[in-house]
């Protein structure tokens, strides 16, 4: 978000985003002959779609996983239904999987009303565990510093998503791969790489695993400054399988608002494609919230906010919600104030894993740094990992901030810090 408006920053001194309550009309409406206002509602079968399923699912015997589903087209009717391998396992949004013994499994997802149904079916491939260490990846003296590939690429809508001046964009961003394409010409250029909105992801990897040392073990570059934070909440995994993709199990660092009560876990957004060029992307969430990301014609002129390459009407994106801390400063729409978070997140003027104490007014490339040792599992329990092999940073806000915007987590690079700080 900061990107597009550097030259206001000295008039402004500060970014940041807040909270929008727009509601989506999602009822049609036709007049009534004898009475103008009169709105007739059309029934709606219920639309659903559970985050994460469009991979394949790969998961050791020992880990486990969330599902998130998310239901547009609700009543008071709705009732929602999970099996697994056609038997019953849970009536709410969210079903954690564990499974008892290796091989496929078959879970769906249906979401009833007095309208109709709709179903998500996907399969759950369990593997044997590897001992810890089979796949490790020892580092070398070839060994780089520097994240070496992008796995995956795939934002929240936002101003930057499309972009061609200061998003960089080509606008041949069509297909999934074209997007990793371009998050990896734009890192290794030292460039940013806008998340978009709240769940907005990037994954990467490195030539070698990262150990879990003392302190420190990695860093993710952003340009958070004071009163400019746009957290992004950071994840970490193995190579269970030793198959080279992250498709194995992510676990999350906690974070200084971790557990917090204002902290969401398994929070989902749904964003739909916008019907007409120049439209915001409206969006509604697992809590029954819906908004849009605002289309700022004065700023970021491209047709559409919604990614070229993600080619469904809609796309759900899940992970943990930290509350926004934006505020007006002016009172009147001109000045956006968005403080730090004490410690744990990318792209955040925290005054602890920044290790510097400098302001970086001027909104330069700065690094927060992490420690494997904060790995969390679904449950909230500490995990001990030796190593990770891939990294994942996902905006963890869902906010935005009048002129300037949606709040988005943007990211210029990551390195192992090993290799900085002990070459």
Not at 310 to 335: C, F, Q, V
């Amino acid at each position: 978000m900061k990107h597009s408006i550097y030259i206001l920053f000295i008039a402004m001194l500060f970014i940041a985003s807040s909270c929008n309550k727009d509601e989506v009309i999602t009822t049609d409406s036709t007049p009534n002959p004898d009475d103008n206002h009169t709105e007739i509602i059309e029934p709606e079968i219920p639309y659903v779609s559970v985050a994460g399923t469009n991979t394949p699912i790969i998961m050791s015997i020992e880990s486990s996983k969330t599902f998130v589903a998310t239901v547009a087209e609700t009543s008071l009717t709705t009732t929602y239904t999970w099996n697994l391998d056609g038997v019953w396992v849970s009536d709410t949004l969210t079903y954690l999987f564990k499974a008892k013994k290796v091989g496929d499994y078959e879970l769906q997802f249906i979401a009833r009303n007095l309208d109709g149904a709709d179903s998500v079916n996907f399969i759950v491939t369990v593997i044997d565990a590897a001992p810890e260490g089979k796949y490790y990846r020892p580092k070398s003296e070839n060994s780089s510093a520097d994240w070496n590939r992008v796995y995956e690429y795939t934002p929240a809508p936002g101003q930057f998503i499309n972009e061609t001046l200061t998003g960089g964009f080509s606008g041949d961003e069509t297909s999934p791969q074209k997007a990793i394409e371009y998050a990896e010409e734009r890192l290794r250029a030292g460039r940013f790489v806008s998340l978009g909105g709240f769940g907005g992801y990037i994954i990467v990897g490195f030539d070698h695993s990262i150990d879990n040392n003392d302190s420190y073990d990695f860093a993710i570059k952003g340009n958070s400054f004071s009163g400019s934070s746009e957290p992004g909440v950071v994840w970490v995994m193995q190579d269970e399988n030793g198959d080279g993709e992250p498709n194995d199990t992510w676990y999350e660092l906690k974070g200084c608002e971790t557990g917090a009560e204002t902290t969401i876990q398994n929070y989902a957004v749904t964003y739909y494609k916008p019907s007409e060029p120049n439209m915001p992307v409206q969006w509604s969430d697992n809590l029954g919230n819906s908004g849009q990301i605002d289309y700022l014609s004065d700023y970021h002129k491209q047709e559409f906010y919604y990614p070229n390459w993600i080619s469904t009407d809609s796309y759900t994106l899940y992970g943990t919600r930290l509350e926004a801390r934006n505020y007006d400063k002016s009172g009147n729409g001109t000045l956006w104030i968005q403080p730090e978070y004490e410690w744990g997140y990318a792209d955040n003027f925290s005054p602890i894993d920044r290790l510097t104490n400098e302001s970086n007014n001027n909104a330069q490339q700065n690094s927060n740094h992490f420690d494997i040792a904060n790995a969390i599992d679904n449950s909230g329990n500490a995990v001990e990992l030796k190593y990770i092999d891939f990294i994942k940073v996902q905006c963890a806000v869902n906010a935005k901030s009048g002129w300037t915007g949606e709040l988005s987590t943007e990211v210029f690079g990551f390195s192992d810090y090993s290799l900085i700080a002990h070459p």
